[in-house]
């Protein structure tokens, strides 16, 4: 059985919701550069790995649909 092409949308997403995940991780590197948080940072770095959590699972759920 053939692997059937990526639609162009389908690869535009993927390539939006990879790069917002790396977005998500330079901040949380520069974070974590710090010796200690303020509680505003503590929540923003809390925040951005919920949401870098919930892109991961966005491209895996993505990367299955291309493959079925």
């Known amino acids: 059985m ?3 092409q990526n639609p162009p949308d389908v ?3 993927l390539n939006h919701l990879r790069a917002e995940h790396a977005r998500l991780e330079l901040r949380l590197r520069e974070l974590d550069k710090h010796l200690s948080l ?3 940072e ?3 770095r809390a925040n951005l790995k919920k949401a870098k ?3 991961k699972d966005d491209i ?3 990367q299955h649909h ?3």
């Open 2 to 4: 053939q692997k059937q």
């Open 11 to 13: 690869q535009a997403r």
């Open 38 to 40: 303020t509680p505003d």
């Open 42 to 44: 503590q929540i923003e």
């Open 53 to 55: 959590l919930q892109l």
């Open 60 to 62: 895996l759920r993505w």
């Open 66 to 68: 291309i493959r079925l």
